[in-house]
């Protein structure tokens, strides 16, 4: 099992802070399953799946925006949607 975090407006459109899903593959797999998976919506209106397109990734503490990055042996995905200020 993948624990997955969410942060900011991705736990807003997720709807949840965190969830354990089976991990896919490659971080690409998961983006898409978790983009499937949820139907909210920001406050903006925008669904997880726009968002997801905009993030950064923790594995395990690593960042990472290699979305082919495999998922083997990973245990937290934290997902970090674009912060402002500084």
């Known amino acids: 099992m993948l624990d997955v ?14 969830e354990q899903v089976f991990a896919p593959a490659t971080l690409r ?11 909210g919506t920001t406050a903006a209106g925008m669904p997880l799946a726009d968002v997801l397109e905009r993030c950064s990734f923790l594995l395990d503490g690593q960042g990472t925006d290699d979305l082919d990055a495999s998922l083997e042996g990973i245990s937290r995905v934290d997902v970090l949607p674009p912060f402002a200020g500084g």
């Open 5 to 18: 975090h969410y942060f900011a407006a991705a736990r807003q459109a997720a709807g949840t802070a965190a």
């Open 29 to 39: 797999d998961l983006v898409a399953e978790l983009g499937d998976a949820h139907a």
